[in-house]
């Protein structure tokens, strides 16, 4: 027989009763998930000011870098300012363990199995990853208990015989035409599609993405340490790009006057 020689007439309660009660509780329980790994995410730990101090030091030689090329600074600020940082870099005023010292090794990655921020990470990952897959199998266990064989929904739109076994999950007809939808078909087919949704209530950074529960891993944190910033190098050689930016510095304001007079008339070029 085929398929399109079989007709199916589907009771309204079956959209009012199966079809929207499992959309609804997706919809519900992404939007709690989110919510519940936001309580159980650990407030930052604060930093000591050395170490800001550190950091902030690069940010402010970048952002004066930046600016060369058309600076609001006058020129006797701009050089002032410029040479002040060459020489703190030079010092190492700004380094959180003051200037190094003779004999002094350079800073390696620290063991993750004895490090407590890798392991704090490791912990975090692991109740959010349990966060995640501990609803999405109550829903699944309830879908399959309750409207295990439903058919939910037609498909507007024609498919090929490929989509079948996609759509039709736990429905063994080879007669039926591809685009009716099964029950657990749809409940794959929110959980996967329901993300665009996720984003326009939550926002881009939100936790209930379920794309994320097939990237993300509670080991992450242990995974393919990094050896921590040398900052003392990066200062060594932030020095010769500020002796860069300082040849290529121009006043935004050198001639002000004459431009300003020019655009009114006052004077011709």
Excluded: C
């Excluded at 600074?73 to 870099?89: D, T």
């Amino acid at each position: 027989m085929s398929s399109s020689a079989v007709s199916l007439y589907l009771d309204p309660q079956i959209r009012d009763w199966v079809l929207f009660p499992i959309t609804l509780v997706m919809i519900l329980v992404g939007i709690l998930r989110h919510y519940v790994v936001i309580l159980l995410q650990s407030p930052p730990k604060k930093q000591p000011r050395e170490v800001i101090r550190e950091q902030r030091a690069l940010t402010q030689s970048g952002v004066l870098r930046a600016t060369a090329a058309n600076s609001p600074i006058p020129p006797a600020f701009y050089k002032s300012i410029s040479r002040q940082l060459s020489g703190a870099y030079e010092a190492g005023t700004y380094l959180k363990d003051g200037p190094p010292k003779k004999g002094d090794t350079p800073p390696t990655a620290p063991n993750p199995l004895s490090d407590p921020a890798a392991m704090d990470g490791m912990m975090a990952g692991m109740k959010t990853q349990m966060v995640m897959m501990v609803p999405q199998m109550v829903i699944m266990g309830w879908i399959n208990f309750f409207f295990q064989g439903f058919v939910l929904i037609k498909l507007p739109f024609p498919l090929t015989l490929g989509f079948k076994s996609m759509l039709q999950r736990g429905i063994e007809t080879p007669d039926m035409d591809v685009r009716w939808v099964s029950s657990l078909s749809w409940y794959f087919l929110n959980f996967f599609g329901l993300n665009g949704l996720y984003r326009l209530v939550l926002g881009d950074a939100n936790s209930a993405d379920s794309s994320r529960d097939m990237t993300t891993t509670p080991f992450s944190a242990l995974a393919g340490p990094t050896a921590p910033q040398d900052f003392n190098k990066l200062f060594k050689a932030e020095i010769s790009n500020l002796e860069f930016a300082e040849g290529m510095y121009k006043w935004s304001a050198e001639g002000v006057e004459d431009r300003i007079l020019r655009k009114y008339g006052k004077i011709t070029a």
